[in-house]
């Protein structure tokens, strides 16, 4: 496991293998037309998000993220896969798990934090990756320091502590040629 970032504004954890199954496919996990892209708003004006998306997660459970309120589809076996295994490793509980399929390098993630009074105080999130390496940027709030962070096929990134309210995060364009990359990011979400 590396420390990438252990005080008081949070902290950061990479297990680059975590996800010994190095040979699952992507693209027979579910059906593609079950992940959508989504619309946001920005300055009263309608975008398409550059990626795709799908909500996963116990009944009852909605998410307001990016200003859009999303309510739960039913688990689908490789998210439960994951969230067994996370529990074993972590001894964490999540109701929840946001699918971002980017289908190449032009599909991104803008410069956010998850920080929704849902996922109360100082939330730990588990983040885990499949697919094309790409790099996640953390930048902090009241301060100079940038991190990056390569995220590898099967490996999970863990945000504790402060982390979502003192840094952003995000997933910027790459005019490198990629294959698809699938995120699963694990939530507990209050309700
Ligand atoms: O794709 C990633 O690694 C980041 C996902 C993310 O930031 C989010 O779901 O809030």
């Given at each position: 496991m590396k420390e990438l970032l252990n005080d008081d504004t949070g902290q950061l954890y990479l297990i680059?293998?975590?996800?010994?199954?190095?040979?699952?496919e992507v693209d027979n996990?579910?059906?593609?037309?079950s992940l959508y892209q989504d619309t946001i708003k920005l300055f009263g004006k309608e975008y398409l998000q550059p990626r795709l998306l799908r909500f996963e997660g116990d009944t009852d459970v909605s998410y307001i993220y990016s200003r859009k309120k999303y309510t739960t589809e039913s688990w689908s076996a490789v998210s439960l896969e994951i969230r067994s295994q996370l529990k074993r490793y972590l001894d964490v509980e999540f109701n929840s798990v946001l699918i971002n399929l980017y289908?190449?390098?032009s599909d991104s993630m803008g410069l956010h934090a998850d920080?929704?009074?849902?996922?109360?105080?100082?939330p730990t999130i588990a983040s885990v990756s499949y697919g094309a390496e790409r790099e996640i940027i953390f930048k902090e709030n009241n301060g100079d320091r940038k991190l990056r962070v390569l995220l590898p096929h099967g490996s999970l990134l863990i945000m504790k502590g402060r982390l979502q309210h003192c840094w952003k995060h995000e997933i910027r364009k790459t005019k490198k040629p990629l294959q698809p990359r699938v995120n699963f990011t694990f939530r507990f979400i209050n309700i």
């Open positions: 680059e293998n975590f996800d010994s199954n190095k040979d699952r996990w579910f059906n593609v037309d289908r190449d390098g920080n929704e009074p849902e996922l109360g105080n100082c």
